[in-house]
């Protein structure tokens, strides 16, 4: 009877090892495939992650590209504005001119500075002086304090882009059958205001 209970004991044992054995197997497949499951999780959220990062750096540029456009299409539209500007304050200050009638000249040029971005109306004679101004300092001077000496003689109206916040803009100002002088005008464009 001992034998048996000995017998009985063995094969429980071996029966009970079997079993540990099989739950320990089913253990590390269970931590195995739990370990497999959180590498592909972070591998995924991972390159995700860099996903994302580079649609928001090709956003960003694209945003910026564009901003970037918007800047120089709304300061190309003010240089068309000026030009035509030139023309007709050219027209409206040449019979004035002709006349000697300078009072009449000062007025417009301090009536037109009131306007926004307007910063400085210049009208220089056929010497290259300045004869009227809205900074009266610069009258009696010549041309070349306020603006470059190809405006004197220049027969086409030209728009210099300052650093896409100032355009000079310079217009020869035509008699009959001769130059009377030249107009400067100094405008200040105002940068657009982007929201994010």
Do not use: C
């Not at 003010?78 to 030139?86: D, N």
């Not at 009449?104 to 004679?125: C, G, P």
């Not at 002086?129 to 603006?147: H, L, M, R, W, Y």
């Amino acid at each position: 009877m001992e034998e048996s209970k000995k017998n009985s004991k063995t094969e429980l044992s071996a029966h009970q090892r079997e079993n540990n054995r099989a739950h320990s197997n089913t253990n590390k497949r269970l931590l195995i495939i739990i370990g497999v499951a959180i590498l592909l999780i972070a591998a995924v959220w991972i390159w995700k992650s860099v996903q994302m990062g580079n649609v928001e750096k090709k956003a960003e540029n694209d945003r910026q590209t564009l901003k970037e456009e918007a800047r120089k299409q709304i300061v190309q539209a003010h240089e068309a504005h000026l030009k035509l500007l030139a023309k007709a304050y050219v027209w409206a200050v040449r019979a004035d001119m002709m006349q000697g009638n300078i009072n009449q000249v000062n007025l417009f040029a301090s009536d037109m500075v009131k306007e926004k971005n307007f910063q400085r109306i210049v009208i220089a004679n056929d010497k290259g002086i300045i004869i009227s101004s809205t900074n009266k300092k610069d009258e009696g001077q010549p041309f070349a304090t306020v603006g470059k000496d190809a405006g004197l003689s220049s027969d086409n109206t030209t728009v210099e882009n300052v650093s896409d916040s100032i355009l000079i803009m310079t217009s020869p100002i035509m008699g009959f059958n001769n130059r009377l002088g030249t107009l400067l005008i100094k405008y200040a464009v105002q940068p657009p205001a982007f929201s994010k």
